[in-house]
């Protein structure tokens, strides 16, 4: 197994190869949805919130919906049939699995995700046309990239992830 993590150059290259269409937009460091949300404010679609979480056994999940969605972990735990309830994930296990640091957390991490040790859970407004493109962090937390719903399930074909996706509302 290579210890070697994607990052954002060779992400945005490998999204380009694989034919998805995405717009990245630089700006300062973020760590918080409410500080990305100025820089995307005239942008076409939502920013995703995204959450890497564990249970008690230890199983990884990590959890995207729009920015603005009411998040209950426990109805999540539920939902994602995870045992024990759910937690966040140390930042040192975030960055062995998806190869990003807390405040970068984001649907392209599992690309680094080789083994499929991460199981992940998208809001289903992310993939329903909802909205036409959803942004994520490419890895760093100094840049936003936007990906429409189709382009999204294309991209976790590629990474041979299956979504399970949920409805929050």
């Not at 995870?82 to 957390?105: H, M, N, P, W, Y």
């Not at 680094?112 to 992940?120: A, G, H, I």
Request: net charge negative; charged share 25%.
């Amino acid at each position: 197994m290579s210890s070697t993590k994607i990052g954002q150059d060779d992400l945005l290259s490998k999204l380009a190869e694989w034919n998805i269409q995405t717009e990245t937009i630089e700006h300062p460091q973020v760590f918080t949805v409410e500080q990305a949300l100025p820089y995307l404010e005239k942008r076409e679609g939502k920013f995703a919130k995204n959450l890497f979480l564990k249970d008690k056994k230890k199983r990884l999940y990590l959890f995207c919906a729009p920015h603005d969605a009411e998040i209950k972990l426990n109805d999540l735990a539920k939902l994602v049939g995870a045992t024990g309830g759910l937690r966040f994930a140390d930042s040192s296990v975030l960055e062995e699995k998806l190869g990003i640091q807390q405040g970068s957390v984001s649907v392209f991490g599992i690309i680094n995700d080789t083994e499929n040790e991460v199981k992940l859970v998208l809001d289903q407004h992310l993939l329903d046309q909802t909205y036409s493109k959803i942004w994520f962090h490419p890895m760093v937390n100094s840049a936003t990239t936007s990906i429409s719903p189709t382009d999204l399930k294309t991209f976790i074909d590629h990474t041979n992830h299956e979504a399970l996706i949920v409805d929050l509302s």
